[in-house]
């Protein structure tokens, strides 16, 4: 196990680009990301493990960057909201009304990113296994369900398409 | 006119790429290499004297710029009535008040400070309900009252805990229950919780050396912020800029004054550097402000028919520690007391009771969610008596126009048809709303049907502006005061200007954030009038734009003015079309062929304020502070197995009567969202308390609401008695969904298990023990 004291100087891997930072042992990765780093999409809803609203994925894996230390990340992939680009869940969101104020969208835009990467056959508990760990104040959920069941589907013709 | 983004097309939000990117900057997001980071350091006890602040050690400690305490500032802030020290003074009246305050050069630094402040109290007993409050022995929780300043509207009673009190007195009500066919009575209960914005509350503030306040904060309410930091703290009104960027959820909760006043004393403490201060999650939930609760006690005296013949009703609302907002909370319930019900006989007391619970501020349907609880539980015990349907009970005393409200004024035709949204909500519903439909396993499948009705409260003066410039491509730029909360109120905005000037709504360009300094004067984005008022102003700028336009084509084209038109991006003579001009050639002014240049740029400005608004008479309530009322009903179907007392609402249906549509898709996401408030406030949340005032459930983990996978079908319907004097028929519709949502699933649940649920929340525990009650 490495061992980390004082201020370390870490290599992280964050939408496909190496940033050095500086950090305490005890900082984490969602403070590193937004203060240190500069992405501000991952949102700190409790710092709690509660809402989800900071969740990034990291070698692939959705997970809560408030419960994470940065030096947890070094020699993974770590992405962000930022580092999606023209997905079909974002465009999902857009159409189907999946999001009001904004601040949960990263969250759950990268949790259900991951679910339709990981499963893209996903049923409805799953999804709803998946989606739970994400809270959402504004939409009652209603568009943000409709955006996944448009990805999802939009995914499973592109990938019908190829096989 | 532009019929493709015009009014009743539905658009996605204008900054939806930049919300699906990350790329929205909200106040947190906001970081400098100059700012300072505060902590707060909050109260274990519900009441509690406090008898040593130490603060030696962390004074010493790393990167710590400063401390503050309950004496660093001798003088109350406050909304409506000036009872709150910026940080507690000599005693604790909540749990999670801020006892102290930490500036540092980074937050952990202030945290780590915070933490190492060493706090001494004398632990009191505290006042954990209105009626308690109110009771012969308890104490004053504000003793000095009755030195408080306070809004004339708000009556305080000083050497007692109610903080306002307001009179509804019509008619004879006496005479109506004594004369009555049947009378009923009920008491209900709601604790007070939070609205859990997803965003919690920041307030960055700094002053400059020239005196020019600035401040940074995730506000519903810029422009009140602004007002009463020139009252607290004496700044001039021209040097104090706020500024509120996009913001992640309102609710109410972020629509008074809340963390600028801190900031601001911080900013101050540290020779005006730029300070953050931003909630944790605990401090947003139990430290700022939160929901209102309420005890309430309601009678009705109806004929044989089901004619309601009179009410009689005490609101005791909980306002916590605090009065913020709660004081007009109060007053706003009494004004609609009966919910949307013609009531020719009223007595209503509606007090603001201080007890030692978190204090109050606005939420969303402003004491509409609490007081139409309590009507229509009374609503349906009164069907229960009559042996009545209880959709037929509510048509048959459904409120039309040209009946008086309980403060006397009379409604116009512009308010809605609430008749045919219990039709449409008894359609959806399939009907037969009092039948207990048996399953297997003791399994039930129930309905509940409510009506709802609202009208702003809000200052009599009420405005708002709008200002339009224009691009020399001929596109334009709206300014308006309103805050972008996630309401969709800015896209709606650029909708109408499209609507009314036939620009294609993406060469609108809408300036998202508000600032003090530069955007018209704006009251607050709250009371669900944004889009009607600043609506209103705006279509005056379109018109001012529009005339401006035209005078300039007069000129250019020597045609009268009259004779012009404007619409898809050209000025012209409609038939003699090829007379025209583009807009790109005059909005900057014109220029002719040989350089000379004519008028300039065109400048549309437009205003609103609220005509013919009054106070209510103190005694009996007569008045007029009703600007427009939006009226609708709603219902569920429910699932109950009695065995567990688990149940599942399968189907929630709401029919509102909002006069135009601007946008169907974003005003279909403000009635599911309000639903869906409504149905997590009904079914889970609130807070728990133990004997000693603490919160039990102040963090995220324990204060429960709706989760992915727990919303219900839901089913919508809009109705559009056009709202006279709202843009193009529109009125207000941010809040109206989440009032009838607990009255219709208590009304549902009472039915599943044969008794009354009276008491928010309906937990599934509370369902099974109730069941089993009645089997006994
Ligand atoms: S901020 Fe990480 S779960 Fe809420
Ligand atoms: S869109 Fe506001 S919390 Fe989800």
Redesign the pocket.
């Known amino acids: 196990m490495i061992h980390y004291s004082g201020n370390v100087s870490i290599q992280l891997n964050v939408n496909r680009e190496i940033h050095e930072v500086v950090v305490m042992p005890q900082d984490t990765l969602l403070r590193v990301m937004r203060e240190k780093i500069g992405y501000t999409g991952p949102k700190a809803g409790c710092e709690n493990g509660d809402c989800g609203a900071c969740t990034v994925l990291m070698d692939g894996k959705p997970v809560k960057a408030c419960l994470m230390l940065a030096v947890e990340a070094v020699g993974k992939e770590v992405l962000t909201v930022e580092g999606l680009e023209d997905t079909e869940i974002q465009k999902a969101f857009i159409s189907e009304g999946g ?7 990263a969250g ?1 835009l990268m949790n259900a990113f991951a679910l339709l990467e990981t499963n893209p056959d996903a049923d409805e508990a799953e999804k709803k296994d998946w989606l739970s760990a994400n ?5 009652g959920y209603e568009g943000i369900e409709k955006a996944l069941t448009l990805a999802q589907k939009r995914i499973q013709e592109k990938n019908n398409n190829k096989r | 006119m532009n019929t493709k983004d015009g009014i009743g097309t539905s658009l996605t939000r204008k900054e939806s790429l930049d919300k699906v990117s990350g790329r929205v900057i909200y106040g947190g997001d906001n970081m400098t290499p100059q700012m300072l980071y505060a902590a707060q350091k909050t109260s274990p006890h519900a009441h509690a004297k406090i008898i040593k602040i130490d603060t030696e050690k962390a004074k010493g400690m790393k990167g710590i710029k400063a401390i503050f305490t309950g004496d660093d500032y001798k003088d109350n802030l406050g909304l409506y009535l000036c009872d709150k020290p910026p940080v507690a003074r000599n005693v604790v009246r909540h749990y999670g008040e801020v006892v102290a305050a930490v500036v540092a050069d980074t937050y952990a630094n202030a945290t780590a400070a915070a933490d190492a402040i060493a706090v001494e109290y004398e632990v009191m007993k505290p006042i954990l309900s209105p009626l308690e409050a109110l009771s012969d022995d308890a104490y004053t929780i504000h003793e000095e009252m009755g030195s408080y300043s306070h809004i004339k509207p708000i009556h305080p009673e000083p050497g007692t805990n109610v903080a306002n009190r307001t009179k509804i007195r019509k008619g004879n009500p006496t005479e109506a229950f004594k004369s009555a066919h049947v009378t009923i009575e009920t008491f209900v209960e709601i604790p007070p919780g939070d609205h859990v ?2 965003e919690p509350r920041v307030a960055i503030a700094e002053i400059k050396k020239t005196g020019y306040v600035h401040i940074l904060s995730s506000t519903q309410a810029p422009f009140v912020v602004k007002g009463l930091m020139h009252q607290f703290f004496g700044i001039d009104q021209g040097k104090i800029i706020v500024k509120a960027p996009l913001i ?2 309102g609710f109410g909760g972020k629509a008074g004054i809340q963390l600028e006043g801190l900031a601001y004393l911080l900013s101050q403490k540290v020779g005006g550097r730029p300070v953050k201060l931003v909630n944790t999650r605990e401090e947003d939930l139990t430290g700022s402000p939160g929901h209102i609760g309420l005890q309430a006690k309601i009678k009705i005296a109806a004929d044989a028919e089901g004619k309601i013949m009179g009410m009689d009703m005490d609101y005791y609302f909980n306002s916590g520690a605090y009065a913020d907002y709660a004081v007009n909370v109060s007053r706003a319930a009494a004004i609609s007391c009966t919910g949307p019900y013609y009531v020719p006989n009223i007595r209503c007391d509606s007090m603001c009771v201080y007890t030692n619970m978190p204090f109050a501020t606005a939420y969303r349907g402003f004491g509409h969610i609490e007081m139409s609880f309590a009507v229509e539980r009374a609503m349906d015990e009164l069907a229960n008596a009559l042996k009545m349907d209880p959709l037929e009970l509510r048509i048959k005393n459904g409120i039309k126009p040209h009946d008086t409200t309980p403060v006397q004024s009379v409604l116009n035709e512009s308010t809605g048809d609430i008749i045919k949204c219990f039709e449409e909500v008894g359609a959806m519903l399939g009907g037969d709303i009092g039948a207990t439909q048996q399953l297997e396993n003791n399994t039930v499948r129930v309905k509940g049907v409510t009506g709802l009705w609202k009208a702003p409260a809000m200052p009599t003066n009420t405005d708002a502006g709008a200002i339009l410039t224009f691009n020399s491509d001929g596109s334009c730029n709206l300014n308006t005061g309103v805050v972008e909360i ?1 309401q969709g109120t800015k896209t709606g905005l650029a909708q109408i200007v499209s609507e009314r000037l036939g620009i294609p709504v993406d060469k609108v360009h809408v300036v998202m954030e508000v600032d003090t300094s530069v955007s018209p004067s704006d009251w607050a984005t709250a009371a669900s009038r944004g889009l009607m008022m600043a609506g209103m102003a705006t279509l005056e700028a379109c018109e001012d734009a529009e005339n401006q336009i035209k005078e300039i084509a007069s000129a250019v084209l020597r045609v009268p003015k009259r004779d012009l038109k404007v619409d898809g991006e050209r000025v012209f003579v409609p038939d003699e079309p090829k007379i025209g001009l583009n807009l790109s050639e005059v909005v900057l002014g014109y220029v002719y062929p040989n350089g000379n240049a004519i008028y300039g740029q065109v400048i549309g400005s437009g205003k609103y304020i609220a005509k013919h608004l009054t106070d209510l008479d103190p005694e009996t309530g007569e008045g007029h502070p009703d600007l427009e009322w939006t009226l609708g009903a709603e219902g569920v179907e429910i699932e109950v197995n009695l065995n567990t007392g688990k149940y599942k609402i399968l189907k929630a249906v709401c029919c509102i009567d909002v006069g135009k549509v601007i946008s169907p898709a974003l005003a279909r996401g403000q009635i599911v969202g309000g639903m869906a408030m409504g149905m997590g406030y009904t079914t889970m949340e609130g807070f728990t308390f133990n004997d000693r005032g603490q919160v039990t459930n102040g963090v995220l983990r324990d204060y429960k609401i709706m989760r992915y996978g727990d919303e219900p079908e839901y089913q919508v319907k809009f109705l559009e008695t056009p709202q006279q004097d709202g843009p193009y028929g529109a009125r207000g519709l941010g809040e109206q969904s989440v009032i009838g949502m607990p009255g219709a699933i208590a009304n549902a649940l009472s039915r599943a298990v044969g008794k009354g649920m009276n008491q928010i929340p309906l937990t599934p525990e509370k369902v099974w023990k109730t069941s089993m009650e009645v089997k006994r």
């Open positions: 999001f009001q104020c904004g601040f949960c969208t759950f809270l959402c104040r504004c939409t | 914005a997803m992640g959820g996630g």
